[in-house]
């Protein structure tokens, strides 16, 4: 299963890189309430979510599960190689962290 490097290509609001080094990085996004992160793992990072205003849905497969976070709210970390996809759970724009490491970055879109 192919992945992409660098860069995440699904559509946000707004998207901020606030540490990119060697292994790691703390990317925020903002998202609407019609947008997404789509279904994917990454092969050797773990993410760990925090949430700066609204609210976020995050659903995982292997096992299912989800996991609503309010603004102030920090869960994971997802291991890498677990499935899941991040919506807003709001009727505004939810804006979040992620914090992604330690390994290098690959998204890995999920069918």
Known sequence: M?????????DVERRSYHA??????????QISPAQRVPWHSHTHIADT??????????????????????AGQVW???????PHLVTNAGDTSATFLVL??????????IA
Do not use: C, H, W
């Open 2 to 10: 192919g992945g992409t490097s660098g860069r995440a290509r699904y």
């Open 20 to 29: 990119e080094r060697p292994g790691f990085r703390i990317t925020e996004l």
């Open 49 to 70: 979510f925090y949430v700066l205003a609204g609210r976020v849905r995050v659903n995982l497969k292997n096992p299912d599960e989800e996991v609503v976070l309010e």
């Open 76 to 82: 994971g970390p997802v291991p890498a190689g677990r």
């Open 100 to 109: 992604q490491g330690l390994g290098e970055y690959d998204f890995v879109p």
